[in-house]
């Protein structure tokens, strides 16, 4: 069974930093584009941030823009969502996926292995 772990979440004020980990002993991230996706209590599942197969392409929601940074390193089979400059309202469990989708698109439908999730608490 394909299994995804997440790492790295926790309760930070307004304003402070966190940065998640993702990686798998099943699978090769190397043939994947991968995503961070989040999901904060009585709303749906978003996309967060996606990064090709090389990272050589990367994709973010308008609302993290410019404070978070989706990278990955192949050789650790290990991507990365550095979050800067936290607000409450990114309060969610972030979940990592991967998706045979080289290219890594935003629709949730086509990543085909998801992580059990992390929860991320910022406070006000």
């Not at 304003?15 to 904060?40: E, K």
């Not at 990272?55 to 978070?68: D, I, L, P, Q, W």
């Not at 607000?87 to 059990?116: H, S």
Request: aromatic share 12%; net charge positive; charged share 15%.
């Amino acid at each position: 069974q394909v299994q995804l772990v997440e790492s790295g979440g926790g309760l930070v004020q307004a304003g402070g930093s966190l940065r998640l980990s993702c990686t798998s002993s099943v699978l090769a991230f190397s043939g994947y584009g991968m995503g961070w996706f989040r999901q904060a209590p009585g709303k749906e599942r978003e996309f967060v941030a996606t990064v090709s197969w090389s990272g050589g392409s990367t994709n973010y929601a308008e609302s993290v823009k410019g404070r978070f940074t989706i990278s990955r390193d192949n050789a650790k089979n290990t991507v990365y969502l550095q979050m800067n400059s936290l607000k409450p309202e990114d309060t969610a469990v972030y979940y990592c996926a991967a998706t045979r989708t080289m290219w890594a698109p935003r629709a949730t439908p086509l990543y085909d292995y998801w992580g059990q999730g992390t929860q991320v608490t910022v406070s006000s």
